[in-house]
């Protein structure tokens, strides 16, 4: 490996026959700047016209590419200023690699060709994309559906196996992450409370407090966010994987669904396993608790259980229960459906994995706005 | 055919017999694995229709087009095993769901099936275990599990070494000769071409149509297309004279 050094300066020289001789001088190795053509544009138009360009490179040492793209430069201003371009005057090697540079014509009849689309034109595509974006969430859905349908009837073409297997990964697999978080936010939402019930001498409530917001609310919803940066994640990458090594094709041509196959047992094992992960979920969220007020605020721990129990009705239970199956419905649709959408390159896989969580994350955020107004409407 | 706006090929008409191999050949972007996937019923053409012993395929009923899909037999460039089954699973998984054998019988099938494909004692691997052409191979006795009338193959050779290109156009022959199947292959590499295709045709990228078709070593002989011949010669020289490489 050589240092770089800097470009030699030009030499030019007029000849009798009006060529116009341009010496090549050293090592042209620096990849920081090249000569500017202006220089040789500049040179040529002093002193009449010249009616050819040669090189003289018998002082020419090592050279690299950037020598090749000042030559063909040079090229270019002897096309523009219709100067005959002496390239046999360069060492072979080097001419050959310009001839070589300059032999292959741009093949047009294989590719799109890429045009700059009017404002209107934009405007059109996006709704278009709009459009079909949504077309294909419906279209996900109707089929899973049918799906549901078809496996009512015990048609459903799954393995048993891969259901099991699903559960596996988003069920006990999950379960270290999901207890942390719980963990922490029960720690969370009882420090926050103790600080100021405390002030009121209404500390015991804390267990009220910490109950009733996990078990309604943060359980279910930090669970879901949980398994779609995780679980979703991975069905979307999973599928989105399948795609681009065409195992998705392999089960159209032989008539499988794919839906059948792969997005049903990842449902079943959401739908399966949400509710026990959620129940999990809010009795850590509720040890949280019980350890703050029990360190912070000396409450008995026969007193903490005997309010949250109080605090916690069946049905405040049971809502959050069946908030937590459904986000695990939207996390496992979510991640099928990017997954399935996914393109057939290695980075439509990432985009995949991405578009899922963050599609997976919007909707459990708005469905639990949407759960909150239908509980505040049905006295929930 | 056409994504969009972007017409890919048009006016393609051609006749695939019963028991021949039929090569679609052209060079890179030119529509043959778009034409494929039409064939396949993976991608609905955007005008005309693909026939099958006389019946159109996209014209008729789902229904009738999921039984249709039962006599194909697809090849993937990849391979396309599905990777969290076993080689045996992935061959007897379209017997599990398309026939009422027993457990016994369908593992029985598949083992010959991949026996038929020199697999034998690989029932158990996974495919991240075997070759890239061991994959292709037990692709092939994945396509084979449901006894199809015809295969379709997409770039069997893409990323085979020479002589696992040349043992897998052999046992294509094999097959072709003892199951009485009809295949299709879409491929650019000349030496598969020169041996097993019966009929080809040529898709050009430049006039987006058929360019040439027939059987391929009368191309390379006969033809006059200067792109035909420059395709079949690897433009190595037009003008020499061409000998077509010996029948394996």
């Known amino acids: ?380 | 055919m056409s994504y969009g706006s972007f017409v890919v090929m048009r006016d393609i008409n051609a006749r695939v017999k019963r028991g021949e191999v039929f090569i679609i050949m052209g060079g890179s972007g030119c529509g043959k694995s778009t034409l494929l996937r039409e064939m396949i019923g993976l991608k609905e053409p955007t005008r005309g229709d693909i026939y099958y012993d006389g019946s159109p395929f996209w014209a008729s009923p789902p229904e009738d087009r999921q039984k249709r899909l039962r006599s194909f037999g697809v090849l993937f460039q990849s391979g396309a095993l599905w990777s969290s089954m076993t080689l045996a699973e992935n061959v007897g998984l379209p017997l599990g769901e398309y026939t009422e054998l027993p457990e016994s019988d369908i593992a029985e099938i598949a083992r010959l099936k991949l026996a038929l494909v020199g697999l034998k004692g690989f029932e158990d691997y996974y495919p991240s275990q075997i070759s890239g052409g061991m994959n292709k191979r037990a692709g092939l006795a994945r396509a084979l599990a449901l006894d199809p009338d015809i295969l379709f193959f997409d770039e069997p050779s893409a990323g085979l070494d020479p002589i696992s290109s040349r043992n897998l156009d052999r046992l294509i022959l094999e097959l072709r000769d003892s199951l009485g199947a009809t295949f299709v292959v879409v491929t650019h590499e000349l030496a598969s071409i020169f041996t097993i295709g019966d009929h080809a045709i040529f898709l050009d990228a430049g006039t987006r149509s058929v360019r040439a078709q027939g059987h391929p070593r009368e191309l390379l002989l006969r033809s006059t297309d200067p792109v035909v011949r420059e395709f079949l010669t690897r433009g190595d020289s037009v003008s020499q004279p061409v000998v077509p490489p010996p029948v394996i």
């Not at chain 1, 839906?259 to 999990?280: E, K, Q, S, T, Y």
Request: charged share 15%; with cysteine; net charge neutral.
């Open chain 1, 1 to 380: 490996m050589s240092e770089a050094t800097p470009v030699s300066p030009l030499t030019f020289r007029r000849e009798a026959d009006g060529c116009f001789r341009l010496a090549l001088s050293g090592d042209w190795l620096d990849r920081a700047h090249l000569p500017s053509i202006e220089i040789v544009a500049a040179e040529l138009a002093k002193g009449g016209t010249a009616t050819a360009l040669a090189f003289d490179t018998t002082g020419l040492g090592r050279w690299n590419s950037g020598l090749i793209v000042f030559i063909l430069r040079c090229a270019d201003l002897c096309q523009s200023q219709r100067i005959e371009f002496r390239v046999e005057t360069l060492p072979t090697s080097l001419g050959r690699l310009i001839a070589l540079s300059q032999a292959v014509p741009e093949r047009a009849d294989a590719a799109i060709t890429l045009e700059q689309p009017q404002f209107l034109q934009k405007v059109g595509e996006s709704a278009q994309g709009v459009w079909s974006g949504g077309m294909g969430i419906a279209s996900f859905l109707g089929e899973n559906i049918l799906t549901l349908g078809r496996m009512a009837r015990g048609q459903a073409q799954f393995r048993g196996q891969d259901v099991l297997l699903a559960m596996q990964e988003c069920g006990p697999q999950a379960l270290g992450i999901v207890a942390l978080i719980n963990f922490l936010i029960g720690l969370i939402m009882a420090f926050v409370g103790a600080t100021g019930l405390a002030r009121f001498g209404a500390g015991v409530y804390v267990a009220d407090l910490v109950a009733i917001a996990s078990v309604r609310e943060m359980g279910c919803i930090m669970t879901g966010i949980i398994l779609c940066g995780r679980t979703g994640a991975a069905f979307a990458a999973q599928l989105g994987t399948m795609k681009v090594s065409q195992e998705i094709e392999a089960f159209q041509t032989f008539g499988i669904s794919p839906i059948d196959f792969l997005v049903l047992p990842r449902i079943l094992a959401m739908v399966a396993m949400m509710p026990l992960l959620c129940l999990f979920a809010d009795l850590i969220a509720i040890l949280g608790g019980f350890l703050v007020a029990a360190s912070m605020l000396h409450i008995d721990p026969g007193l903490y259980m005997h309010r949250t129990l109080d605090a916690v009705s069946l049905t405040t239970f049971l809502l959050g229960i069946c908030k937590g199956t459904f986000f695990g419905v939207v996390v496992a649709l979510t991640g099928c459906l990017r997954g399935m959408q996914c393109g057939t390159n290695a980075a439509a896989v990432g985009q995949a994995t991405t578009s899922a969580v963050v599609t997976g994350i919007t909707t459990i955020v708005a469905a639990d706005g949407v759960f909150a107004v239908l509980c505040n409407a049905l006295k929930i």
